[in-house]
């Protein structure tokens, strides 16, 4: 493996600069918050737009391309890159998406799922509620879960339930708490209110959300194509293909990953989605 280009020391220190910043910025008045936030979200676009601009070049060329395997591999530049959605997550954190993107639909059936690890190309979890019965609606909730493991993340080869702990017979308590919105959860439309196949969008204080339904499967991202950011809600999409086309451009989208089929170093920004007595919450960034 490359040795890292990054200082640790100046990484950390970094890291821990921005983590002060973000709780300050956490303790203004609403008003001073949101032209804070603004302000952040304003660079981070800027920031996004050259990134990947450099990665595209970067792939178009063979020298590029093995330059940019070495330079991902400095943890300072993966966080980066990363952090806009340019690269693609380690295999534990996509599994982790896939899970929390299924969730709304375990939850609405008494079931849930935990991600523990994911090693060799085995993905650990745990199952609660009708994920873990052995009646047939438990069984296909159970077969649900590692479909879409299997399907959405190509490094994980098999499912192994871990059953070290008593699974309670009910979801656990805590799936269905509200929604903090003093942490940035906001209240979106009901589940009724986005059958399978159709997609909303919401405006928040920090934009746009568009919420879709893919087969019982909520995603939601910010409504702004990854090309020029122009809305999405207009686009076409494909229940049978899974895939969401811009209006403007026609750059095509894996509706449960965010990915762009279209040009690979383009991808929509997801955000945290949670369903609570039928009401869907989403948390944008």
């Not at 640790?8 to 910025?25: F, I, M, N, P």
């Not at 909520?218 to 229940?239: F, M």
Request: hydrophobic fraction near 40%.
């Amino acid at each position: 493996m490359t040795q890292s280009l990054t200082d640790t020391d100046a990484l950390e220190q970094a890291a821990a600069r921005v983590d002060a910043a973000l709780a300050a910025l956490a303790k203004l008045e609403p008003a001073a918050q949101a032209v804070a936030s603004e302000v952040k979200q304003a660079i981070e676009a800027f920031h996004k737009l050259a990134l990947t601009t450099i990665v595209r070049h970067l792939k178009q060329d063979p020298r590029g391309k093995e330059l940019l395997l070495e330079l991902v591999e400095d943890p300072a530049v993966y966080a980066l890159l990363l952090m806009h959605n340019i690269v693609r997550a380690d295999p534990l954190t996509r599994a982790r998406r896939v899970l929390d993107n299924a969730r709304p639909y375990m939850q609405s059936h008494g079931g849930d799922a935990e991600l523990v690890d994911v090693r060799d190309g085995v993905a650990y979890i745990r199952l609660y509620g009708s994920c873990n019965g052995c009646s047939l609606a438990g069984f296909t909730l159970r077969k649900h879960v590692e479909e879409t493991l299997l399907r959405e993340v190509p490094e994980i080869t098999r499912l192994e339930v871990i059953d070290d702990q008593p699974a309670p017979a009910i979801l656990r308590p805590e799936a269905y708490e509200q929604p903090a919105i003093e942490k940035g959860w906001v209240r979106g439309p009901t589940v009724a209110e986005v059958p399978p196949g159709r997609m909303v969008h919401i405006a928040t204080e920090r934009g746009q959300v568009l919420i879709i339904n893919l087969a019982n499967r909520l995603s939601a991202y910010r409504n702004a194509c990854a090309h020029q950011g122009r809305p999405l809600d207009g686009g076409i999409l494909d229940v049978t293909a899974g895939t969401l086309t811009c209006p403007w451009h026609g750059f095509c989208f894996d509706v449960t990953s965010g990915e762009c089929l279209t040009a690979p170093q383009a991808q929509l920004e997801p955000f945290p989605l949670r369903v609570v007595d039928g009401v869907i919450w989403v948390r944008p960034q």
